[in-house]
């Protein structure tokens, strides 16, 4: 079945410093989205990308889809205490499988120290 | 509409009992989904709902594990003859289309002693 990896699995990071995420799908996919989860919280939609090749920006929040559209990075500029959670990609499988659902990576979790 | 809503929030039950979960979508929602999440991994798949169809089921879905949503509205999800290893958060989601973003309730958190 569709397998969708993350790494790095933690990363802990200086206030201000950047940080990436990185997504890989085992089969091509028709979309992918980022999503965050707080600590204690529940997952929330960020953004979706459709097209190979594509490139979102949400303030200091820049999300790209690979060419192949088997992979995606997520890279945070000038990270702060609020950008604190766990980030997760999920992938809807394309032509060759995976189906109407998303299935969820394994996500990375960012901690931000002053 | 103030989101999904689940119920209860937490659960613990004795191993072998029977639970019963709902979700509330949100109303001009026609797809449902529900997720299991343990700590440290992402939301894993169980099944998904278009109106009151369920169109897709995880294979890795025991057959203790039963969701309906009768009216295409709320879901309930049952467990029968719970076990340890069903200690988990259950996540429902909602969304309107299919390449939506989904979005989550606060999940009911079960405990299986």
């Known amino acids: 079945g569709q397998q969708v990896m993350q790494i790095p699995q933690y990363q802990h990071v200086q206030e201000g410093e950047d940080f990436t995420t990185y997504c890989n799908s085992s089969?091509?996919?028709?979309?992918i989205q980022w999503y965050k989860q707080r600590p204690g919280g529940h997952p929330v939609f960020l953004i979706q990308?459709?097209?190979?090749?594509e490139v979102k920006k949400q303030k200091r929040l820049t999300f790209q889809f690979g060419e192949a559209k088997k992979n995606s990075s997520l890279h945070i500029t000038a990270t702060q205490t609020t950008d604190v959670g766990t980030y997760f990609c999920?992938?809807?499988?394309?032509?060759?499988?995976?189906?109407?659902?998303?299935?969820f990576g394994t996500g990375t979790q960012l901690k931000v120290e002053l | 509409d103030t989101g999904v809503s689940q119920d209860p929030r937490h659960k613990i039950t004795k191993r072998g009992q029977n639970v019963t979960f709902r979700c509330d979508p949100i109303?001009?929602?026609?797809?449902l989904y529900w997720y299991r999440q343990t700590l440290g991994q992402g939301p894993e798949f169980l099944t998904y709902?278009?109106?009151?169809?369920?169109?897709?089921k995880s294979r890795l879905l025991s057959d203790r594990f039963s969701a309906e949503r009768p009216k295409g509205s709320f879901s309930t999800l049952e467990i029968q003859r719970t076990e340890q290893g069903d200690s988990a958060m259950y996540l429902c989601?909602?969304?309107?289309?299919?390449?939506?973003?989904?979005?989550f309730g606060s999940g009911t958190r079960l405990t299986v002693v």
């Open positions: 089969t091509t996919l028709s979309n």
């Open positions: 990308l459709v097209k190979s090749g």
């Open positions: 999920a992938g809807r499988g394309g032509l060759t499988g995976g189906g109407n659902k998303l299935t």
């Open positions: 709902f278009q109106n009151e169809a369920q169109l897709e």
């Open positions: 989601a909602s969304s309107s289309e299919a390449n939506y973003g989904y979005t």
């Open positions: 109303s001009e929602h026609n797809r």
